[in-house]
């Protein structure tokens, strides 16, 4: 665990970045720190390997004060990631990936195998290894810049705004990366992003911080997004904090219509103004019957409310077709009943 207590970053020309922060990143999850530029996040961040020294206060990991850790000891537990990657130009990917180890005294051998192991871990081609930084994407020098961090399986990691830099798919690619990445390797990650989506998708809990170093809210997502602490928070989470709280709502009290669907061996069963949904022997979604639109599935009691609206506003009959696990249809879900639990979800 890594906590502050109140503590204040004054730089030498008087300017107060981080102002009296107190809060704890828990050990083996994503902490997440958001806020427009300028509000003291990468100061906060550097705090914690000792980049930058607190004015006042104290930084406690487990409990040990990070003042009395030489920073060499300090950051040999403590992996870094940043935006562009930071790679070393002039050394291939997998010299890249090695460097910690190879400043630890591993012998090369042993060190290449780790580099090459962690390239596989984030999803990287063996075969970059031998390529120099230019030769890669933008996302995958990204990825090199993860692989290069857990290097030395430092149990925190700290990342400043390193997803920032790629195009919106890569970037949700990334995302997913770390996310699975994270369940498997339980890191202590403390994250700094000016994206509140990126926050509120990645974060187990999310600080806002607002300009002057102050923090204006510590919660999980979903109660950032349900009881913003104050205007600012509420100004920052943007005029789709509704539709985002959705994410955090189940679909398992969605209710679904089950006689709006035909067996695909059924005849055409004469005119009809609604929607039916073809469904084959097997139990999939076929098609709206007798219009060529598209349409939408969710998975019933395992997405989100917000997917299964995604799912509705796919197809011009404004229905989602709940699917179980296996991609079998269990019923649809009508405009009423979407809007039935909007409701719900509105007073909740
Ligand atoms: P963020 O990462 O949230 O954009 P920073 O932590 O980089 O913010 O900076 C916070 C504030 O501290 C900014 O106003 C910045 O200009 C100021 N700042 C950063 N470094 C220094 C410095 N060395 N001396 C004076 N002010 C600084
Ligand atoms: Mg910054």
Same mark, same amino acid.
């Given at each position: 665990?890594i906590?502050?207590?109140?503590? +204040?970053?004054?730089?030498?020309?008087?300017f107060?970045?981080v102002?009296?922060?107190?809060?704890?990143?828990?050990?083996?999850?994503?902490?997440?720190l958001?806020?427009p530029?300028?509000?003291?996040? +990468?100061? +906060?961040?550097r705090?914690?390997?000792?980049?930058?020294?607190?004015?006042?206060?104290?930084?406690?990991?487990?409990?040990a004060?990070?003042?009395?850790?030489?920073?060499?000891?300090?950051?040999?537990?403590? =992996?870094?990631?940043? *935006?562009q990657?930071?790679?070393?130009?002039?050394? /291939?990917i997998?010299?890249?990936?090695?460097?910690?180890?190879?400043?630890?005294?591993?012998? $090369?051998? $042993?060190?290449?195998?780790?580099?090459m192991?962690?390239?596989?871990? @984030?999803?990287?081609?063996?075969?970059?290894? *031998?390529?120099?930084?230019? &030769?890669?994407?933008?996302? #995958? #020098? &990204?990825?090199?810049?993860?692989?290069?961090?857990?290097?030395?399986?430092?149990?925190v990691?700290?990342?400043?705004?390193?997803?920032?830099a790629?195009?919106?798919? @890569?970037? !949700?690619?990334?995302?997913?990366?770390?996310?699975?990445? #994270?369940?498997e390797?339980?890191?202590?990650?403390?994250?700094?992003?000016?994206?509140?989506?990126?926050?509120? /998708?990645?974060?187990?809990?999310?600080? @806002?911080?607002?300009?002057?170093? /102050?923090?204006?809210?510590?919660?999980?997502?979903?109660?950032?997004?349900?009881?913003p602490?104050?205007?600012?928070?509420?100004?920052?989470?943007g005029k789709?904090?509704?539709?985002?709280?959705l994410?955090?709502?189940?679909?398992?009290?969605?209710?679904?219509r089950?006689?709006?669907?035909?067996?695909?061996? !059924?005849?055409?069963?004469?005119?009809?103004?609604?929607?039916?949904?073809?469904?084959?022997?097997?139990?999939?979604? @076929?098609?709206? &019957?007798?219009r060529?639109?598209?349409? =939408?599935?969710?998975?019933?009691?395992?997405?989100?409310?917000?997917?299964?609206?995604?799912?509705?506003?796919?197809?011009p009959?404004g &229905?989602?077709?709940?699917?179980?696990?296996?991609? /079998?249809?269990?019923?649809?879900?009508?405009?009423?009943?979407?809007?039935?639990?909007?409701?719900?979800?509105?007073?909740?």
């Amino acid at each position: 665990m890594i906590t502050f207590d109140a503590v +204040t970053k004054r730089y030498p020309d008087g300017f107060v970045a981080v102002d009296n922060l107190s809060m704890e990143a828990e050990t083996g999850r994503i902490t997440v720190l958001v806020g427009p530029s300028g509000c003291g996040k +990468t100061t +906060t961040l550097r705090m914690i390997n000792r980049m930058i020294d607190a004015s006042e206060g104290r930084i406690l990991l487990d409990g040990a004060d990070v003042k009395e850790i030489d920073p060499p000891t300090l950051r040999r537990g403590i =992996g870094y990631v940043i *935006q562009q990657a930071g790679l070393f130009p002039h050394r /291939k990917i997998v010299d890249n990936v090695a460097t910690v180890p190879y400043l630890l005294g591993w012998d $090369k051998k $042993k060190a290449r195998d780790r580099a090459m192991e962690l390239l596989d871990r @984030v999803g990287l081609d063996p075969k970059l290894a *031998q390529r120099y930084p230019f &030769q890669l994407s933008g996302g #995958q #020098q &990204q990825r090199v810049g993860v692989a290069r961090a857990l290097a030395a399986d430092p149990p925190v990691l700290l990342m400043d705004e390193p997803f920032s830099a790629v195009d919106p798919i @890569v970037r !949700t690619s990334l995302q997913e990366e770390l996310l699975r990445l #994270q369940s498997e390797l339980n890191k202590t990650i403390v994250f700094v992003t000016h994206d509140i989506d990126e926050a509120i /998708k990645l974060g187990d809990r999310v600080a @806002v911080l607002r300009v002057g170093g /102050k923090l204006a809210q510590f919660a999980a997502p979903k109660t950032l997004l349900s009881e913003p602490a104050d205007d600012f928070v509420r100004e920052f989470l943007g005029k789709d904090r509704g539709i985002r709280r959705l994410s955090f709502v189940s679909t398992e009290h969605l209710r679904l219509r089950t006689d709006l669907t035909v067996s695909s061996g !059924t005849a055409a069963a004469g005119s009809s103004d609604g929607w039916l949904m073809v469904v084959s022997e097997d139990g999939r979604p @076929v098609g709206w &019957q007798g219009r060529d639109e598209p349409f =939408g599935t969710y998975v019933h009691g395992k997405d989100s409310l917000r997917a299964a609206l995604d799912a509705a506003l796919l197809s011009p009959s404004g &229905q989602a077709v709940a699917v179980d696990p296996a991609g /079998k249809v269990v019923g649809i879900a009508t405009r009423e009943a979407l809007d039935a639990a909007l409701a719900e979800a509105a007073d909740g």
